[in-house]
Structures are given as structure tokens and as C-alpha cells.
């Protein structure tokens, strides 16, 4: 990936990349982003220091021409404080474009990587992050950049952090089954009921396991009638009522 600032350097890249990228510089450059809109790529679009308005001018021309956009959230520091990453602009651009895909471009120093890994948790799907072989290097990118070790820890980080977030859809889990068994109430007798006898909210009290009627049917289970002679203290069951 490389970045180009002028109409050569994107003819230059156009052969090399199979995306744009354009930056927070640029996105008010609105010639210059229909220039590289006429490749017919998709566009990574960095969004420091613009407001929505500006955000929206530039996202409103790509998506006129066709190109897949993703909208990176980034601070235009050098480096970024970690107090300035404002990392919850990335929930807004989710939400206010949210036919872009949401990403993240960092100028934090790389340290334990934590700025990127929240990045990820708020939705972030492309992450955009300088990369060098010394930090020891002269230049503007070098000493905020990450090495392979930060990568190597990130990515063993986001593996815990994935096997931690684990199904977005919320469902009771196999291994929850016993727990449902124990731990939930059932609908219980606390005194002797007759067959034939009517059964009254004051019949019944709730208490663990939950291996007979739910508590959430005693609307069902009052008004019925005991099929048998049913115990003080007896979990009830369907099979006992009519």
C-alpha cells in the first residue's frame, strides 16, 4: 500500500495496488479524489481532522461514481496521544455512513497495542497502522510505527479477545443445560392438593430445579384442576393437571 499525494503518483500506484488510498489531507480535494475514483477501485478514505459535513461531501462524490468506500477514523497527529484517539468517532461514521466500511488509521505509539485492539471491538473491519523494521529511523513515521513484535502481539491479543467475544447472537450454550436444570425454578405445591381440586395462585410458590412448570405458565396452571392426589412441596408437572 502507498498513498499518493499527486495525479503521477496515483498513475504510478494504479499498476501496484488494488485499492486507493486517499488521505485525510486530500478529503477535501474533491478533483483529485474523482481522479482516483476513475480507476475504478475501491477507496480508503482517512477522516482527521474533518468535521461530517466534509466527510459526507467526499463520501456523497465516491459513491456517485461507483467505488466501494471505506471510511478509516484517525487523528491527524504525529504522533497521537492516546487520550486524543477518540476511538468513539468510529461508532458515529458507523452510524452515520452506514453503507461505508468502518476502519481505523492510527498514529498512537504502538505500546501494548490496546488503542488498535479497541479499534477492532468498536467495529473497526480495516486497520491501517505504519509498520517498520527500526523504530531507530529518522523520519515522521519510524518511531510511531509498529514492528513485528507488536504485530506478533496483536494478533495473539485479538485471538483471545475473538475466542472472549465468541457468537454475537444471543443463545443458551450446551454447556449451560445443567445450569438451566439447576439453577431456574419450577412451579411447587406448598400444601396437599386433592384430586379434582381447583389449583389457586396461593397453592404455589417457585423453587429450584427447574425440572417441572416453569414459573412463567402460572397463569396456565391456576384455574386447572388436580388430576391426583399431589404432595405438600411437589415440583409440578403437566401430566398432574387438567
Not at 45 to 51: I, N, P
Request: glycine share 6%; proline share 5%.
Amino acid at each position: 500500500m502507498s498513498t499518493p499525494f499527486d495525479v503521477n503518483a496515483a498513475e504510478f500506484l494504479n499498476d501496484l495496488m488494488p485499492v486507493f488510498k486517499i488521505s485525510s489531507s486530500d478529503i477535501t480535494n474533491i478533483p483529485f479524489i474523482e481522479y482516483m475514483c476513475a480507476f475504478g477501485k475501491p477507496i480508503l478514505l482517512s477522516t482527521g481532522a474533518s468535521d461530517i459535513s466534509e466527510i459526507k461531501f467526499a463520501a456523497d462524490v465516491i459513491s456517485k461514481h461507483g467505488n466501494p468506500l471505506c471510511l478509516l477514523h484517525c487523528i491527524l497527529n504525529y504522533p497521537t496521544l492516546d487520550e486524543n484517539a477518540n476511538l468513539g468517532m468510529i461508532l458515529d461514521q458507523r452510524i452515520k455512513f452506514p453503507e461505508a466500511i468502518p476502519g481505523y488509521s492510527d498514529h498512537t505509539l504502538p505500546g501494548n497495542m490496546d488503542v488498535l485492539k479497541t479499534a477492532v471491538m468498536l467495529g473497526a473491519v480495516i486497520l491501517e497502522k505504519h509498520f517498520t523494521f527500526n523504530k531507530e529511523l529518522p523520519g515522521n513515521d519510524h518511531y510511531h510505527a509498529m514492528d513485528k513484535d507488536d504485530l506478533k502481539h496483536f494478533f495473539i491479543d485479538m485471538e483471545r479477545m475473538f475466542l472472549l467475544m465468541g457468537n454475537f447472537r444471543k443463545n443458551p450454550l450446551k454447556s449451560e443445560a445443567n445450569s438451566i436444570l439447576n439453577a431456574r425454578r419450577s412451579l411447587v405445591t406448598v400444601k396437599r392438593l386433592k384430586a379434582g381440586e381447583i389449583i389457586t395462585f396461593e397453592h404455589l410458590t417457585w423453587k429450584r430445579p427447574g425440572s417441572g412448570i416453569s414459573p412463567k405458565y402460572i397463569k396456565d396452571v391456576t384455574g386447572k384442576k388436580a388430576l391426583i392426589d399431589i404432595e405438600e412441596d411437589s415440583v409440578l408437572k403437566w401430566s398432574m393437571i387438567e
